[in-house]
Structure formats: structure tokens, C-alpha cells
């Protein structure tokens, strides 16, 4: 038996592997804890060798229990460490000792995602037709997986479908939401394609202090301002999770495959659940890994499931569709293609990402002129010097510079962005100067921002969170 086992064991995924181990070690210690016989105890435990050995020959790693392969863990298990060490990332955590941010070239290696490199920026360019947008052009979105798929689909006419979502903890989104959002719209815009957009007020409830109806309510408010981005209500549907898994027999059939395929380890070693967390906590990954399957809205494709999704999202919630992508083969589905962005960061430095629990460290949707001003000034970290003639002699650090940073993501004036930079790092332009750009910028963004959100009415945010035909023939 332990040669079958073993040779099984050749086509499995690490996550497998690891399993069969795990469960291989437990039936050790029921034996033993059972008094079975002794050449029963040898022989399971000849055939747990065997199944280490198998799994540091396919993984490189040695098996160690509750560490999962390195591709389906968070960056780091063991919190926020020395700057010589890992960087800290997971769905709900952003931690990093290193003034410049996250170091995210070795997050794609310990992912084990793809550089979005010139070549594939000039590919999306060549197939589209259009200049690629400034969140290529400037390594903002750096990452990918199975990108080339979706671009060989597209050019062979054959359908694909955008994913990306939020989830509500607050009623008023902050500026790094909105990133996301501006991507996936120009994506819609630029392939024609459907877009689904999840809400996740179970998530919020399940994860915060929150009621049911304050999730919910939040969700409602969340729309509001996704709307306001721009998008087109015939091409776009955004659902409350709450309200959805309610509605579509696909969507929650999906739910329960997922479900079933994913073991309780396996969500312990991806997300660091503990025994102490809620068993909501536990199967929620289902409810984010569903929407990444064509068969969740039959109002759209009918019952296609070979529809491939395109996700577009921050690299931190990269957990959730390594498991996704695990288990898509498993119940014969196409594994979701993700586009990967860098976090934005908090006000006072990139050691973090900006958090709508922190209003020191976030500019709001909902914040005036005058807040954003003082924020700005108040709470942005320089990468000045801290005398005016210091500064002027050795010039600016754009790489830790929070007001840079938040620029490369807003203004779109390749030329200005390059000279400031120039001018910053020669000393010639003063850090309070770079802040009053940044200041420049973001008043009338979020102004008029505020003007969309205020023409959004409870109907028009009925009409797109209702399940519906989109205009697209499947």
C-alpha cells in the first residue's frame, strides 16, 4: 500500500501533499494512543516517512505541522519582524519594518505570482489598441497570474469576466479604495467586458463589532461610492453578500464545492485562523473564492462555467485565490487570473497601508478641503531633510516620501510626476511645496468625487444590485 500511496502522491498539489501527511500523522497517533499492534504502528509510520520525503521532494521544504507549503502562507506567520526579515502580509495586515514599503519583489517570489514586466504591458497595449494605464505604466498593479490567458482568450474572441470587491467596515471608502475600482473600470472599458463587484457584509460582521444592519447599511453607502466611479450600469453588477447568497442557487452551490474541497488545516496554515475563531471566520474564504466562477451569476452567463475571471485587487488579498486557484481545477472550473496592486500607504509612512480605522492616517471620500489640507500638512511623512538648507544641499528621498507616493497614484501627467521628482531629489523643490502639489491634486478629485456620489439615488443603487441580465450575450 505504501508504494500506491506514494505514486499517488506524485501528481498531487503541495497543498495535498500536505494534507496527506497531516492526516498520515494523526492516524500515527491514534494508533499509538490506541495500543494497536506493532507491526501496524511501524507500518503507518514507514508509510508517514515515505509521504515526508515525497513532500520535501515537491515542495523543497520540510514538512513541519500547521505550516502549510510556503506558496498558500502569509508572507510571514510570525507577525511584523526586523528589517532584515520578512515583510508582514495578510488579508486583514500590512506590516513592514522598511521605511520605502513592502519589498515587492520578494513578495512575488514567496507567492508565486509573476512580474508584470514591459513585455506584457506592451502586449495589453498591442491587443487593446490603448496606452496602458498609469497604474501599469508605473508598476502600481506589478503582479499578476495567468495574465497571457485572458490576453490569448481575448484576441481569440472568447470571453472573459472582471471580479474585484470591498469590504464594507466603514460608511465612507478612503482614497486607496478607490484604486481597484479606477483599474477595473478602465479594464471594463478597454475589453468590453461584464464586471461583478462583491460586497462582503458578512465578512465585516463576522470580523468587527458590528450588527447585521450596520454591515448591510454600509454596504449600501460602499455603492455609493463605487458608483460614483463612472461605471456602466448595463456592464456592471454589485451584490451584498448578505442579500445575494439568498438569491442565486449557483452562487451558493459554488460556495458549498468550495467548501467541501477545503480542509480545516488548510485554512489555518493560509489565514491564521485558531481554534478560538468563529466557524463563520472559517468557511468565509468560500464566499470570496465563488464570485470567481462564472456559474455564481446564471443572470449573466446562464450556466456557461468556462467563463474565466479576471480579478483585479490589492496583493493582500492574494490568500484568498491561491485557494481559489488550488481548488478550480478540483470541482472543474477555470482558475481565476489575477492582477496584483501594491498597498497604499497610511499618511505616516509605508510601513503600513492606509486604514479606515485610523482617520490620522487616511484621507476620506467624505473629508473637505480644508481636512485634506491638514491632514496633508499635519501627517504626511517627508522624505525631507529637516532644515531648508539641509534639503537644498542634499535634496528629498521620494522612495520614503508619502506625498510622492500618493502622487504616482493620482496625477496622471507622466512629465510633471518625473520632473517633481527631479526637483524633490535636487533639493530644488522644498517638501512643503511637493505637499501643496499633492494638496492640488486631491481637492478637486475628491470634490468631484463627492459631486457623482451626490446624484446617486436609492434607486439607481437598487438597479445595480439587482440580479440581472447584463448587456453581453453568453
Not at 514507514?46 to 510556503?70: E, F, N
Not at 528589517?83 to 519583489?105: C, H, I, L, M, R
Request: include cysteine; charged fraction near 25%.
Amino acid at each position: 500500500m505504501a508504494d500506491v500511496q506514494n505514486c499517488d502522491s506524485c501528481s498531487s498539489s503541495p497543498l495535498e501533499l500536505f494534507e496527506r501527511v497531516t492526516a498520515q500523522g494523526e492516524k500515527v497517533r491514534s494508533l499509538k494512543g490506541g495500543k494497536a499492534s506493532t507491526d501496524e504502528i511501524d507500518a503507518a509510520v514507514k508509510l508517514l516517512l515515505s509521504l515526508k520525503v515525497t513532500y520535501k521532494t515537491a515542495t523543497g521544504q520540510d514538512y513541519k505541522a500547521g505550516s502549510p507549503p510556503v506558496d498558500f502562507s502569509p508572507v510571514s506567520n510570525n507577525g511584523p519582524t526586523t528589517t532584515q526579515d520578512e515583510d508582514f502580509v495578510d488579508p486583514w495586515t500590512v506590516q513592514t519594518s522598511n521605511a520605502k514599503g513592502v519589498d515587492y519583489d520578494k513578495l512575488i517570489v514567496r507567492f508565486g505570482s509573476s512580474k508584470i514586466d514591459k513585455g506584457l504591458i506592451n502586449r495589453i497595449e498591442r491587443v487593446t489598441g490603448k496606452t496602458p494605464h498609469h497604474f501599469l505604466r508605473r508598476g502600481i498593479f506589478f503582479s499578476h497570474r495567468d495574465m497571457n490567458q485572458i490576453l490569448d482568450a481575448y484576441e481569440n474572441k472568447k470571453p472573459f469576466y472582471l471580479y474585484t470587491g470591498r469590504g464594507p467596515s466603514s460608511e465612507a471608502l478612503h482614497v486607496g479604495h478607490l484604486i481597484s475600482f479606477i483599474f477595473a473600470k478602465w479594464l471594463q472599458e478597454v475589453f468590453n467586458v461584464p464586471l461583478v463587484i462583491q460586497l462582503t457584509d458578512d465578512e465585516k460582521y463576522l470580523w468587527k463589532d458590528l450588527t447585521i444592519e450596520k454591515a448591510y447599511e454600509y454596504a449600501i453607502e460602499n455603492a455609493k461610492d463605487i458608483i460614483a466611479c463612472g461605471f456602466d450600469i448595463n456592464k456592471t453588477f454589485i451584490f451584498s453578500d448578505l442579500d445575494y447568497l439568498g438569491m442565486s442557487s449557483g452562487f451558493y452551490k459554488n460556495v458549498v464545492k468550495v467548501q467541501k474541497h477545503v480542509t480545516f488545516n488548510q485554512v489555518k496554515g493560509i489565514f491564521g485562523f485558531t481554534d478560538s475563531d468563529c466557524i463563520g471566520k472559517i468557511s468565509f474564504p468560500a464566499m470570496q473564492a465563488a464570485p470567481s466562477f462564472s456559474s455564481s451569476f446564471p443572470q449573466i452567463f446562464k450556466d456557461k462555467k468556462d467563463i474565466q475571471c479576471l480579478i483585479p485587487c490589492a496583493i493582500d488579498q492574494d490568500p484568498y485565490f491561491r485557494m481559489t486557484r488550488d481548488v478550480a481545477p478540483r470541482i472543474g472550473y477555470l482558475k481565476p487570473a489575477l492582477l496584483h496592486s501594491i498597498f497604499f500607504p497610511a499618511l505616516q509612512g509605508a510601513q503600513t497601508k492606509m486604514s479606515s480605522s485610523d482617520p490620522n492616517s487616511s484621507i476620506f471620500l467624505t473629508d473637505t478641503p480644508k481636512q485634506i489640507k491638514t491632514k496633508i500638512n499635519k501627517h504626511a511623512f517627508s522624505g525631507g531633510k529637516d532644515t531648508i538648507e539641509e534639503h537644498r544641499k542634499y535634496g528629498g528621498n521620494c522612495e520614503v516620501d508619502v506625498s510622492y507616493m500618493y502622487l504616482t497614484f493620482f496625477l496622471e501627467d507622466d512629465d510633471k510626476l518625473e520632473k517633481m521628482k527631479q526637483a524633490y531629489t535636487s533639493g530644488a523643490l522644498l517638501t512643503g511645496e511637493l505637499k501643496k502639489v499633492l494638496i492640488e491634486t486631491l481637492q478637486p478629485l475628491i470634490a468631484a468625487h463627492q459631486q457623482r456620489r451626490k446624484q446617486i439615488t436609492e434607486e439607481m443603487v437598487k438597479q445595480f444590485m439587482t440580479p440581472r441580465k447584463l448587456a453581453f450575450d453568453f
